[in-house]
């Protein structure tokens, strides 16, 4: 009696790797719009004179601590994602790229750090008998200008550079549509205008003006995010086109570094 055959298992389809390599993107920049209440839970810590003092509640500082850690990290990894297909259009903005939010992020734990100390004096130091409450409320407005400060350098100037250097490779890869890099290569200088007037002190972060400025560049990151989620990279990109039946290869577009053969696995 022979034994019964069976059929053989379908193959599992394999994963594309560019479509890993979206998705993460996507989620990462996601991610980096969890610390946009940031601002209003930090405004006790900012505003309240005597809140070095006991004014006010950790609660909110310390969640608004937490999820700009998270938006440093999650910024960075949106450059080491993207990095091998960024440097395969040009190695000069996907260096940028890489250089801009990693300093982005540095400064986003500056700023952290500073808010913490802040904290670390109202529990620890104000409460003790020989504190000095004038000194402390001194420090706790020299503590705020140094978050203030490293706002401004990092997650408002830092994004001028970001839109820049990815809105540059992916607006010549063609990998996403080019509305959306289009609106970070357009949002770019502006956000930079208004820096530039809240550092010489035109106006104030918080004023009409200044977040006008901004929306550009944040609606770019946020759309970008939610395509390369949803849909991935666009598969007529020449970045992505295989070579023809007769093996010829689409001619990549000049510039600085000229795209790598199309269809090239990504290291």
């Excluded at 300093?103 to 529990?123: P, Y």
């Excluded at 509305?179 to 972060?205: E, H």
């Excluded at 918080?206 to 901004?214: E, F, G, I, Q």
């Excluded at 759309?223 to 039946?245: C, D, E, I, N």
Aim: glycine share 8%.
């Amino acid at each position: 009696m022979s034994a019964p055959v069976h059929p053989p298992a379908a193959a599992r389809p394999p994963t594309d790797p560019m479509r890993r390599t979206s998705l993460a993107a996507g989620i990462l920049y996601l991610l980096t719009f969890v610390s946009m209440p940031t601002l209003a839970l930090y405004q006790d810590a900012r505003d309240e004179a005597d809140f070095v003092l006991g004014a006010g509640s950790d609660a909110g500082v310390l969640v608004a601590a937490f999820s700009e850690v998270v938006v440093a990290l999650a910024g960075i990894g949106t450059a080491v994602v993207l990095f091998p297909v960024a440097k395969r259009v040009s190695e000069t903005a996907a260096l940028g790229f890489v250089a801009s939010r990693v300093v982005e992020g540095a400064l986003i734990i500056v700023g952290v750090v500073s808010v913490l100390t802040l904290l670390t004096l109202r529990t620890d130091v104000a409460g003790t008998a020989d504190a000095d409450a004038a000194s402390l409320v001194t420090t706790g407005h020299a503590l705020s200008a140094v978050y203030d400060w490293t706002f401004l350098l990092s997650q408002s100037l830092a994004p001028v550079f970001n839109g820049l250097c990815l809105g540059y490779v992916l607006y010549r890869s063609g990998l996403v549509p080019r509305v959306l890099p289009a609106l970070g290569l357009g949002g770019a200088p502006l956000l930079l205008a208004s820096d530039i007037a809240i550092l010489f002190g035109v106006y104030d972060r918080a004023a009409p003006l200044a977040v006008l400025a901004a929306l550009p560049i944040a609606v770019w990151e946020f759309s970008l995010g939610v395509y390369l989620t949803v849909r991935g990279f666009r598969p007529s990109s020449p970045l992505l086109t295989r070579p023809h039946a007769d093996g010829h290869v689409p001619p990549p577009r000049t510039g600085d570094r000229e795209l790598e053969e199309p269809g090239a696995a990504v290291s």
